[in-house]
């Protein structure tokens, strides 16, 4: 599967943006797997920002996130949304959709997940 982030962009304190990430193939069956985004600043390790799982029934963010952001998914469009608001810089990174490795099963481990986007950007300045 191959996953298209978009959506980032510069954006000043406080500010919101909206990411999205689409799945592009026809053997997938996108609404079996929890996705997740992820993100990684200059010169950190890759982090995880919220995952949520194949029905949609369930999300999980990372403390750092938690109230600021929401994870989405429209399983018909095969596409995972972030919703990001009352950015800060701290938010500034590459983000990344993943698709978790195994069905049905979720977790918020990196190495859990697969089929990593490209990435998108996102700056908040101050």
């Known amino acids: 599967v191959q996953l298209q982030a978009s959506g980032g962009g510069l954006v000043q304190v406080g500010g919101s943006l909206r990411l999205s990430c689409a799945a592009s193939?026809?053997?997938?069956?996108?609404?079996?797997?929890?996705m997740g985004w992820f993100r990684q600043a200059p010169g950190k390790e890759r982090e995880f920002v919220a995952v949520?799982?194949?029905?949609?029934?369930?999300?999980y963010y990372a403390d750092s996130v938690k109230g600021r952001f929401t994870i989405s998914r429209d399983n018909a469009k095969n596409t995972v949304y972030l919703q990001m608001n009352s950015l800060k810089p701290e938010d500034t990174a590459v983000y990344y959709c993943?698709?978790?490795?195994?069905?049905?099963?979720?977790?918020?481990?990196?190495?859990?997940?697969?089929?990593w986007g490209q990435g998108t950007q996102v700056t908040v300045s101050s």
């Open positions: 193939t026809r053997t997938f069956s996108f609404s079996r797997y929890s």
């Open positions: 993943a698709v978790h490795r195994r069905r049905m099963v979720v977790t918020i481990t990196n190495s859990d997940f697969g089929s």
């Open positions: 949520i799982v194949w029905s949609g029934s369930s999300t």
